[in-house]
């Protein structure tokens, strides 16, 4: 009887490619499918080919002895976010201006693209899997579900409450589920056995290609630079470019752009492009592969990271890398990541050294990456070989549930 991992594996997004690799690898001898909430091929990416959760669900006489929902931000995505994201990147802007101001066809339209009435879809339900034994939830996050609407959240306590186990990602999830009702453990994310698990394919990735190319150019190392498109106003980008140029020139550094999601709402190139004409283009190099290796191997063998994507920072973290994340302008977090509902932050309070920064603004970037780059190499790699075992230990439980 096969076993289903689900997550949003459906888009491409760095995250979510990686995660049924990892989990996977520490669940051998099983028959796994992959399921999002549609049918998706991400093999040309280094993801998997993708299964409709809802298609599982409704095939006749057809049992799986497992569901194990995988990492992710998901307990907050909605419906809406969760079909715009499905959609191809060429086909938002006009969806979204036919759709505006039609309630109607909109919900119709959210309900076909994602097969489920939830209102938090990718929150797996028993009520939705007659034909599955058991579900499990394996370090998911959801940082700002205080802040969701009411519907939503009981919605998603009420699915948590009707699974085998559960286990976030962060103590600020951790928090908001406990005051819910549900019964809930701490993991960190599969994705910091990335570099125990596949370290070695990561390495040959990183001897070929373009990133060896990249190594050769830059001899002292470069930063590994990711942003999302919301940075990407005229001022912030003006105030992002001088501050990564100030810290990369003064640790000799070149300064690599990549993006860690090409979905709707993720990365954009052309945002990338703008920043790196800021730049001199001697210090500076545009990385175009959404290959999930491509990107693992970038970050892996990088001087350090700094951008807005969580499993950037996580990969960085399982290859003992200096990292620091961005922010948009606004309130910073608190100590446990909350205030601005900033996962990074709250993944970062919850696993990372004291003295590794967590999130800065833009305008603070300079700052963050030299006292990422300061951290003692040593207590990075010790840190790294804690998450390796933090992260086993997470997968024992999960082990005991399966079988």
Known sequence: MSSILFGAFDRHNFGDLLLPHVVAALLPGREWVCAGLAQRDLRPYGGHAVQALADLAAAPGQRHAALVHVGGEILTCSAWQAAVMLLPTGQVQATLAYLQGRPREQRQWVRRMVGTAALAPYTAARQRLP?????????????????????????????????????????????????????????????????????RRIQAQANQGEVAALRSRFPRGYLALQFSAEFGDDATLAGLAAEVES?????????????????????????????????????????????????????????????????????????????????????????????????????????????????????????????ALAVDPARLQARAKDLVREGRRGFQAIRQWLG
């Open 247 to 371: 810290a990369a020139t003064a640790a000799g550094l070149g300064v690599v752009l990549f993006r860690a999601g090409a979905a709707p709402w993720h990365d954009d190139l052309d945002t990338l492009r703008r920043l790196a004409a800021r730049l001199s283009p001697t210090q500076v190099h545009v990385f175009a592969s959404l290959d999930l290796w491509s990107l693992c191997a970038l970050v892996a063998y990088s001087r350090g990271y700094c951008g807005s994507s969580l499993h950037g920072r996580i990969v960085a973290m399982a290859f003992a890398r200096p990292r620091v994340n961005l922010r948009l302008p606004g309130p910073a977090a608190d100590a446990d990541g909350s205030a601005c509902a900033d996962k990074p932050a709250a993944f970062a309070a919850t696993w990372d050294l004291p003295e590794v920064p967590r999130s800065v603004e833009p305008g603070a970037a300079a700052r963050g990456i030299q006292q």
């Open 131 to 199: 034909g599955v034994e058991r579900v499990i939830h394996a370090g998911i996050g959801g940082v700002a579900l205080a802040s969701c609407e009411k519907a939503l959240r009981e919605e998603v306590a009420a699915a948590l409450r009707t699974a085998d186990h559960v286990a976030v990602r962060d103590r600020l999830t951790l928090a908001q589920l406990g005051a819910a009702g549900v019964p809930v453990q701490l993991m960190p994310d599969p994705a910091v056995m990335v570099a125990d698990l596949f370290g």
